[in-house]
């Protein structure tokens, strides 16, 4: 499996979420299950992957959200095209309106973190992953809606 597969998704409008972390619903990406083989690469390849999100970003559409595999997160470069996706990303969200609370309509900061010395780097945070929307931290605390 590397992605190859993931090209019908060219310039989709209508995806709203897509879930690289290879793991499952509500599984923690941190844990290694088997240590010994946690150094490889995982079967889905960044490079081919990177330019099918491209298409994705630049159209109109419905993606709100993207997580991605710990080891593509772990090779941490301001130089790297991950790191150059994860700028573009964000600035669609931002161009899109899509960091602003739903509650108290506050724009937030970036969502998917770029400081490539936090734990949380290449994390898109602040979406809550039942209705898509964008929560700033003073609100995803009494999140009851």
Same mark, same amino acid.
């Given at each position: 499996?590397?992605?190859?597969?993931?090209?019908?998704?060219?310039?989709?409008?209508?995806?709203?979420?897509?879930?690289? @972390?290879?793991?499952?619903?509500?599984?923690?990406? #941190?844990?290694?299950?088997?240590?010994?083989?946690?150094?490889?690469?995982?079967?889905?390849?960044?490079? =081919?992957?990177?330019?099918?999100?491209? @298409?994705?970003?630049?159209?109109?559409?419905?993606?709100?959200?993207?997580?991605?595999?710990?080891?593509? =997160?772990? #090779?941490?470069?301001?130089?790297?095209?991950? #790191?150059?996706?994860?700028?573009?990303? %964000?600035?669609?969200?931002?161009?899109?309106?899509?960091?602003?609370?739903?509650?108290?309509?506050?724009?937030?900061?970036?969502?998917?973190?770029? %400081?490539?010395? =936090?734990?949380? #780097?290449?994390?898109?945070?602040? @979406?809550?992953?039942?209705?898509?929307?964008?929560?700033?931290?003073?609100?995803?605390? %009494?999140?009851?809606?």
């Amino acid at each position: 499996m590397s992605g190859a597969g993931l090209e019908p998704l060219r310039g989709s409008e209508i995806i709203e979420i897509i879930d690289f @972390t290879l793991v499952g619903a509500k599984a923690d990406q #941190y844990l290694h299950p088997d240590p010994p083989r946690a150094h490889l690469d995982p079967p889905i390849s960044c490079e =081919r992957i990177l330019p099918i999100l491209d @298409t994705i970003i630049i159209v109109e559409g419905a993606l709100k959200h993207l997580q991605f595999p710990l080891h593509w =997160r772990n #090779y941490r470069s301001e130089h790297s095209d991950f #790191y150059q996706f994860l700028q573009r990303f %964000n600035r669609m969200l931002d161009d899109r309106g899509l960091n602003r609370c739903f509650k108290c309509n506050e724009i937030g900061e970036p969502q998917v973190e770029l %400081n490539i010395s =936090r734990h949380d #780097y290449g994390i898109q945070c602040g @979406t809550c992953l039942v209705c898509l929307k964008h929560h700033c931290d003073g609100c995803s605390d %009494n999140n009851d809606d």
